[in-house]
């Protein structure tokens, strides 16, 4: 089990808060700007990630230049109550400043390509202002050194993507993913929120040091209730099963932006969450094995879906879906899976951003076509983009030596050593989530880039100018050499170590499951080739199997939602609308129209005829006399 | 003759002037018969104060009298003005403030 050491901030260290002020003032600016900012808010929109991404490298050269690798900076206390301090403060440390780095350098490229991508936008200087905000937000998350600031940077990020994703908001389907977005991540909030109380109680405090050092004292079942919870809102914004469904929606917003959600901001975040809280779950082996569960339910779940896709975006949600799912499945195997999770995480950042782009591209070249059906021969027109693509390609589907061989595989390897009889069956399951990733993007390289061209009539597809074409290369060099550059000679293991702890053993590269793994790809890639590559491909989807239909209309997601939570929800306004006309305004009615009934006839006593009211009064007043009488006798 | 018969007497008197009011129509006869009941119970504070060996009753019986022809300024003025406006006297004519 890991501990956190922290020292305070020192050297250039002291000025990390300029990681979250530059996006930070970037998005102020250009979203309080307004139209005077049009001419060069895009500028500025570029400038803030770039500087973020300098300083970030500087950060990290620091921290490797020191022996204090965990370094606390303290910007102000947030909330200083007796008995309950919260502080703001950023943590600068091994696992963070991953983070920084991926987020702030594929964050920048990805802005810079939106430039281009973004140039005939009329609300272009909103989008960048929108894309500073969210990384803001997301350095916050990383940043927090404790789990109030993380949650801050969490809603912060909830937001953005909401404001992201419903970008284009004349669209109504925009519109309504935004909303579905926002609200499948709060359901994950509300499991971290209760996460933090439950920490507050029983420790008395949210800050890493003080929940990481006193849970061990605290016993198994609060260290799982805090898991599973944690787990939640891992579920929420990493787009896990069950809180999966808003991910494919999310494509709605512009490219670029699908893109940042999957590769450098957003889905990320619950994999650093549950990997940050490593000493909780180091303590529950429950917890741990729900994690995995989650994480190899999910990889099979997006897979599937990723497999039916036509639409060119949604099939790489289904893959994000996926990775993350590896992700997860790595975070619940204890020190085993951490560095590989990170790795993973790290690596994909870059080929799956890659892949996006690739997509905007595409899209951008065909009017904005998703539909691969519609593609096909694009090779020879957007040679940079094709091979790209290509090399992401390679990358996500594990072909040594790209970077998913070297990150992919020790999670499934790793598998068979965690969880017992569990492990194997997840580990399995792995495996055939490997096969599955390599033929839906072969499907996906086949449809779009070789075969008869079935474009639409007027589509003149062209390679894309050169802002948008050099962050795809740089990003490709990324998807070939990041992996082997983190894994072999143990470097990210190494520096992690003393936040995630140390893997059991090394099993070397090609292990039994690693080259399993292996063998199920290319397996998948022969029969993506097979099916898309040596058949040509009809230009309208025909039926398709049982799965296929199924796997088209989301595997059901929406569908159960839809009818296990929402018509339920639905009958319960009713019939408390119901109850509320019939049972409670009914009962005060009744009571008001038996008095107003009863007023109406009582009323009519008041005759006019004085002689009638001194009748009553001659009445009332023997009627006195004689009480007073029975009274005194 | 023992004060009880004035007592008796003034019940008498006060039934005539309760039944008065109750049955005639005219005012100024309605009138009479609430001027008849106060002084139906002047006679009985009277009689009660001669039974009982002190003053109050008497004084009371001043009071009331006073009261009675304050009453009547009041009262009679009031029905002059009724009498103006609607040229009868009759306490059932004036019953516009009802329900």
């Not at chain 1, 890493?208 to 609060?222: D, I, K, L, P």
């Not at chain 1, 589907?397 to 009889?421: L, M, N, V």
Request: contains cysteine.
């Amino acid at each position: 089990m890991t501990t956190l050491h922290t020292v305070a901030a020192t050297g250039a260290l002291k000025l990390s808060w300029l990681l979250l002020a530059f996006p930070l003032f970037g998005a102020v600016v250009l979203l309080l700007g307004g139209r005077r900012s049009n001419r060069w808010g895009h500028l500025l929109g570029v400038a803030m990630p770039v500087a973020a991404f300098v300083y970030g490298l500087i950060a990290f050269f620091t921290l490797l230049g020191t022996s204090h690798r965990s370094q606390d900076l303290h910007l102000y206390s947030w909330i200083p109550v007796a008995g309950f301090q919260v502080n703001m403060n950023l943590l600068v440390d091994q696992l963070s400043i991953c983070f920084v780095l991926l987020i702030t350098g594929v964050g920048s490229l990805i802005i810079i390509y939106s430039v281009g991508y973004m140039s005939h936008d009329p609300e272009r200087r909103r989008f960048f202002g929108y894309m500073n905000l969210f990384l803001a937000a997301m350095l916050l998350l990383v940043l927090g050194d404790n789990y109030l600031v993380l949650y801050a940077g969490w809603e912060g990020v909830g937001l953005a993507s909401y404001l992201l994703i419903g970008f284009w908001q004349d669209r109504n389907s925009a519109a309504v993913a935004a909303k579905k977005a926002f609200i499948a991540n709060r359901v994950g909030d509300a499991g971290l929120s209760v996460a933090i109380m439950l920490m507050f109680t029983e420790f008395g405090t949210v800050s890493f040091t003080g929940v990481f050092g006193t849970v061990g004292s605290a016993g198994s079942g609060v260290a799982t209730a805090l898991g599973l919870l944690l787990l939640l809102g891992a579920c929420g914004k990493s787009a896990q099963v069950p809180l999966q469904s808003w991910l494919l929606d999310a494509m709605e917003g512009p490219t670029p932006v699908s893109a940042l959600i999957h590769a450098a901001t957003m889905v990320t975040a619950g994999v650093y969450l549950l990997v940050r809280s490593n000493p909780i779950l180091a303590l529950s082996p429950d917890a741990r094995l729900a994690v995995a569960l989650v994480g190899t339910v999910t990889l099979l779940f997006g897979g599937i879906i990723a497999c039916a896709k036509d639409d060119i975006k949604k099939s790489l949600a289904g893959s994000t879906m996926s990775q993350i799912g590896y992700m997860t499945l790595g975070a619940g195997l204890g020190p085993a899976g951490y560095v590989f999770s990170i790795a993973l995480l790290l690596a994909h950042g870059f080929f799956k951003a890659g892949l996006f782009l690739g997509a905007g591209s595409v899209m951008h070249g065909m009017n904005d076509e998703v539909n691969m059906r519609r593609f096909g021969g694009l090779a020879r027109v957007m040679p940079i983009t094709s091979v790209t693509f290509g090399l992401a390609y390679l990358a996500i589907i594990g072909i040594p030596p790209f970077s998913g061989f070297f990150t992919k595989d020790p999670i499934i390897d790793a598998d068979f050593t965690e969880h017992g009889t569990a492990g194997n069956v997840l580990g399995t399951l792995a495996l055939i989530g490997a096969g599955i990733t390599a033929f839906y993007m072969t499907r996906m390289m086949f449809m779009t880039w070789y075969g008869r061209r079935r474009w639409e009539a007027g589509a003149h597809p062209h390679e894309s100018p050169p802002v948008m074409t050099w962050p795809m290369i740089v990003l490709a060099i990324g998807s070939v050499g990041a992996g082997a550059f983190l894994i072999v000679n143990d470097r990210l293991q190494d520096f992690l170590a003393p936040v995630v702890g140390v893997p059991p053993e090394s099993h070397g590269f090609f292990t039994a499951p690693g080259l399993v793994a292996l063998a199920f790809a290319l397996a998948g890639v022969a029969l993506g080739w097979a099916m898309y590559g040596r058949t040509p491909v009809p230009s309208e989807a025909s039926r398709g199997s049982l799965l296929t239909v199924a796997a088209r209309k989301d595997l059901y997601g929406d569908a159960f939602n839809e009818s296990v939570l929402m018509r339920p929800g639905q009958w319960l306004t009713r019939l408390s609308v119901y109850f509320d006309n019939r049972g409670v305004d009914g009962l005060v009615n009744t009571l008001a129209a038996a008095v107003g009934g009863t007023s109406g006839r009582v009323r009519r006593l008041q005759t006019g005829f004085v002689r009638s009211y001194a009748l009553f009064m001659f009445f009332g007043a023997a009627l006195l006399v004689f009480g007073l009488l029975v009274v005194r006798l | 003759m023992s004060p009880i018969h004035y007592v008796a007497l003034s019940v008498i008197l006060f039934v005539i002037g309760g039944v008065g009011v109750l049955v005639r129509r005219n005012a100024i006869v309605v009138f009479m018969c609430i001027e008849l009941m106060l002084n139906a119970c002047n006679l009985a504070f009277v009689a009660f104060a001669r039974m009982h060996g002190n003053l109050d009753g008497q004084v009371i019986a001043f009071f009331v009298m006073v009261v009675a022809a304050a009453e009547v300024v009041v009262g009679l003025a009031i029905l002059m003005a009724i009498f103006r406006a609607r040229r009868s006297a009759s306490v059932d004519d004036a019953n516009l403030l009802k329900y």
